[in-house]
C-alpha cells in the first residue's frame, strides 16, 4: 500500500526526487564520487550549486538586486540574524504577531531591538491574520516582519502587505518556511525572504534567504562573521562549508517543481488539493477547522474532532490508529494545540489527500 506522509517537518519529498538521489548516490554523473564527498570549491559542487541557485531565480522570479543565500541554522538563526544585519542604527522593528512562530521571532528579536507588535490574533487564540488596516505601523520602524504561513496553527496570509520597495522605505522581511514555492509572489514587494527547507524545499540543515543587495553591509557591532548576509552573499555561500548534498537534493526539487510547470501551476494544484480537504471539514459538523475562512493554510491544515480535547484525546487516538492501519502518517497535531494536522506541501500527491479524506468519512461512519 502506498504511505502517505502529512509530517509538517521534515516532511515528505517528491518520491521522483528521491529515486534520483538514489541512483547518483554513490557516484554523481560519473564523477566517482558522492555529492556528500565533494570539496564544496571543486567544479562539480560549484556546478550544482550555481544551477540550483539559477533554478530558483526563475522559479520565483528573483530579481538581480537581490541575493540568494545558502545558510544553515534554520529558520530559527534567522529570527536572531533578522535584526543583527536590518537594524541598520535603528532601535525599533515591527513585528505582526498571527502565532507561534510569530511569537518565537518576536522573542529572539527583543534581546537587539525594542519591538513594536504592530497587531495580534491572540483575541481569537490565532485563528485569523489582522488586515493590514489594523495594523500600527512605526514610521520609523527599521523593517516589518510578519509570517505568511503558521504551520503550527495553519493561519495564511494571502494578500502581500503594501511597503515601499525602494531603498529608504520600511522594508518588509518574511518567514515563508512554509509557504515558500507553494504558489507565487512578488519578491521585489520584499526586503528579505527566509525559510527552512524541511518543509517544502528539501532535507533538513539547509536555509535559504533572498535578501535586496541594498539592506546588506550594517550589521550591528559584534555580529559574528557567520551570523553576517554580506560575508555570505560576497563568498556566493562559501565563505564556510555550506550544506552541500540539502543544497543539492534542493536543487533537483527545483527542477522538478519546473518540470510540472512552475509556482502557477503548483498553486492550482495546491487549491485543489486544500479544498478537497476543506471541502471534507464544512460538510460535517464532526470534523472542524479552526482557521477563519480567508487564512485556510494551503500547506497545513489543523482540525479537531466533535468531542475530543486535548485532556481527553481518545478519540483522536482512535483516529491516528486507522489513519495509521491505512498508510497515513504523520497526523498528530502539534503538542501545544492537539488535534490533527494534515501538512499537504508542494510533494504530496492529491492521491494522498483523497485517501485522507476517505478514510476520515470512515471514521466518522464508526465513530460519528
Ligand atoms: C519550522 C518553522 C520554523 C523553525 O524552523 P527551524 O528550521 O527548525 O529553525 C520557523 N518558522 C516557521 C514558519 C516554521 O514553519
Redesign the pocket.
Known sequence: MTIYNFS??PAVLPKDVLQQVQAEMVDWHGSGMSVMEMSHRGKEFMGIAAEAEADLRELMGIPANYKVLFLQ???????AMVPMNLLRGKTGADYLNTGE?SK??IKEAKRYSAVNVVATSEDKNFSYAPAQDQWKLDPNAAYVHY?P????GGVEIFWTPELGTQPGDVPLVA?????ILSRPIDVSKFGLIY?????NIGP?GL?IVIVRDDLMGQTMAGTPSMFDYKIHADNESMYNTPPTFGMYTAGLVFKWLKARGGLAAMEKTNREKAGLLYDALDTTDFYTSPVAKDNRSLMNVPFVIKGSTLKDAALDEAFLKLAKERSLLQLKGHRSVGGMRASIYNAMPIEGVRALVDMMRAFEKSHG
Open positions: 509538517a517537518g541554522g534554520g529558520a530559527s538563526s534567522q529570527f512562530w518565537k521571532a509570517t504561513n503558521e504551520t503550527i518567514d515563508m518556511s512554509s509557504t525559510a527552512g527547507a524541511q518543509k533538513a536555509t
